[in-house]
């Protein structure tokens, strides 16, 4: 299990291929993530179909989250087991882009590790604003919304080249009957990026 509490977060867009999107995701959301958290170092693993709240447009049908305590060791063991029996290949895999996300702060008893729980992902554009991130978690810190668990994160120096173009992403693990687009706006105001994308994302 994963005990580092600035764990990191491997964050994966995905699809299946025309015309069998729904048999992708059966296979996704089950077998694909049970054989994910049974990999050495993760310490969970959850999958998502996304929408965009902002006017934005997603990226991919399908995202999932794994949480591990290190991020460089993990890729490596799935380069390792891909296509193995320990983590199997869909010939029904469509477009893929994946991100891996330092934590650095979190707040919440785990909320990721919830496999009923939604997953606000703010993602916001440029380079890493540290002024504007802080100001970001303290009024989270502050602010009475209902959220679960707040983590702050930044793109990985495991993987530096992939998603610069959102160098500061925001998972906000919610309840059930949480007010996405009052929640997501209100991040939005005030982190106030030059663009960001919002993205809800609800377990399969």
Not at 171 to 186: E, G, Q, R, S, Y
């Amino acid at each position: 299990m994963v005990t580092n509490s600035k764990s990191d977060i491997f964050m994966v867009f995905v699809e299946g291929k025309a015309g069998v999107e729904d048999a992708y995701a059966e296979w996704f959301g089950g077998s694909h993530m049970t054989d994910m958290e049974n990999l050495p170092g993760v310490g969970s693993a959850n999958a998502f179909r996304m929408s965009a709240l902002d006017g934005g447009t997603c990226p991919t049908e399908l995202c999932a989250l794994y949480e591990t305590d290190n991020g460089g060791q993990l890729l490596r063991t799935i380069g390792k087991s891909k296509g193995t029996d320990a983590l199997p290949h869909s010939e029904l895999q469509g477009q893929m882009t994946w991100r891996m996300l330092q934590t650095l702060d979190r707040s919440g008893p785990g909320g990721l590790a919830d496999p009923k729980a939604s997953v606000l992902i703010c993602m916001f554009a440029g380079e890493w604003d540290a002024e504007a991130e802080s100001r970001l978690w303290a009024w989270l810190g502050d602010c009475d919304l209902p959220i679960i668990e707040a983590r702050q994160t930044q793109i990985s120096p495991v993987q530096p080249s992939r998603g610069r173009e959102f160098e500061g992403i925001l998972l906000l693990t919610l309840p059930a009957d949480a007010d996405v687009a009052a929640i997501a706006a209100a991040v939005k105001d005030q982190r106030n990026a030059a663009s960001s994308l919002i993205l809800l994302a609800n377990p399969i």
